[in-house]
């Protein structure tokens, strides 16, 4: 598993593998539909420095303190107990390696002009990470995490995109329409509160005059 530079990789999250080439990298997930589908998508890039595994973020059943970077994007803010898997991922980097999360803050977000709709989009974004007992704000206190489990204050970057135009602008609307049916279920809204606000979501989507904000994203590293 060793490449000339003797690094090893942990990926918690195993999707975006195309960027991990010149490291031997080992990626987990929960799902095996998810992982069957990085395996594919490594073969389909001709990787083969990459493997994977079915396995949870709290007990990743990995050899401990045998890799150099232990990362995760997006996934300490869907668990219900973040601390313990990020100290899962401490316990798993070897002295001198370091420990890398990229965590969303949904309840920092922007539309401009100002939509009651759009502002009832990030509140109900919020609503049910905190009704499911997730951390949907997670980015804005992902430093003391790291202080939690007991590694040094970390490194922090930020990316807060801008955009008028384009499909990513969509993502937005197109998100709230997949998560729109568990907010009926869960009792935080009616369904053609929901509709209403994927409607508009997307018609502000296609208006170039309106800025979106996507949310929050923060970056936090750490050397153990």
Not at 142 to 164: I, Q
């Amino acid at each position: 598993m060793r490449n000339d530079s003797g690094h090893y990789v942990l990926a918690t999250g195993a999707r975006d593998v195309e960027r991990l080439r010149l490291l031997q990298v080992v990626g987990i997930d929960k799902s095996p539909e998810q992982v069957e589908q990085a395996r594919r998508q490594a073969e389909a890039l001709g990787l083969t420095n990459v493997r994977f595994a079915v396995a949870g973020a709290y007990q990743p059943g990995l050899p401990p303190a045998s890799f150099d970077l232990a990362y995760c994007r997006l996934v300490l803010m869907h668990l219900a107990r973040p601390a313990e898997a990020l100290a899962a991922m401490h316990d798993l980097v070897r002295p001198g390696g370091r420990v890398a999360c990229e965590e969303m803050d949904l309840g920092h977000a922007v539309c401009d002009p100002p939509s009651t709709r759009m502002d009832r989009l990030f509140e109900l974004n919020v609503a049910l990470g905190e009704r499911r007992g997730v951390h949907f704000r997670l980015g804005r206190s992902l430093h003391r995490l790291f202080h939690d489990v007991g590694l040094p204050p970390p490194e922090l970057s930020a990316s807060f995109p801008l955009v008028l135009r384009g499909e990513t602008k969509r993502l937005l609307g197109m998100s709230f329409v997949e998560f729109a049916p568990a907010l009926v279920q869960e009792g935080l809204a009616p369904q053609d509160e929901v509709d209403a606000i994927a409607a508009e979501s997307l018609r502000l989507a296609d208006d170039d005059t309106t800025l979106f904000g996507l949310p929050l994203i923060v970056q936090a590293w750490a050397v153990r």
